[in-house]
């Protein structure tokens, strides 16, 4: 079973990850590809105390998120990739083309960034950055829950190409 | 809504998804009087830096050293948690429920750590199973 799915969400490990998601899902692992929470022991401790004990959790820089990738999809139980921001999913995007489907599940307010839904806010930078995502072959949807609508990019943030 | 005979103000600080907080602080004064021994915060519509933020402004504020929080695995909790990296003397409870906050809001004496006991055991002893079914014991 690959992994099931890819998500940009700046909450990282949360509820809508662990329950709304995981419980239908049957989720046994999640991948957090962050290079600041790799890089730091008290931050990998602090999600490993709250994730329930039966899902395994495994931290990764970009880096070892691509030399680990396919080891991940390899395995039978349901698996979730997390990253906190758009600039981390494409760089890994860019590198691991097996990742054929990214969900945007919560970018929330900060200077400079424009609302799109009420749990999506991008800059122009993160815009661009989901658009060349998508240029490149990579189906870029948002969604927050799993009982939501799935919407295209080009819904929020309309039709203009890459 | 102080009722005169204990120490005003907020002593704690519930953390919690969507309404929760302010709906069970909001049944605690309902029930007690003294919903204001705890100040209510919701993460919507906030990223994971802006709930540490606004965690550690209202901690700050009232000098809190306790906070309630209500998934393990939420945002709130790993906030709430994030703080103590910076504040060791602060208490955090995840899975909090109503109640553990009436057993916290209605004692008067002892330390945070003992108010805290408390109100972890009366909250999780809360939790039972009803059923019309005579028990087979």
Redesign the interface.
Known sequence: MPIDLYRID??????Q???GWGQPMDLGFIVLVDDEVAASE??RE??R????PEVGLYFASVDEAVARLEEWRADPRHGILLT?DVDTMRRLTERAPAIREVNVG?????PGRTERL??VFLNPDEEQALRAMEARGVAVTVRDVPSARAMRLGELVGARSA | MSDGTTPAGPRAIVLA?GAVAEALVAAVELITGRGDRFSPLSNQ???????DALLRERVDALGARVIFTD?????C??AA??LL?DRPDLIVVTGVNLPALLQYATRDTGSDADAVAAAVERGGSALRVLTGRPRAD
């Not at chain 1, 919560?106 to 900060?110: D, F, T």
């Not at chain 2, 519509?45 to 709930?51: K, M, P, Q, R, S």
């Not at chain 2, 998934?71 to 945002?75: E, I, Q, T, V």
């Open positions: 700046d909450r990282l490990i949360h509820g990850v662990i329950v008290w931050e602090l999600y105390m709250g994730v329930p906190g919560g970018i929330h307010h900060r009420r749990y | 998804h519509n906030l990223g994971a830096a802006e709930i998934l393990p695995a939420g945002s909790n790993f948690c994030r990296k």
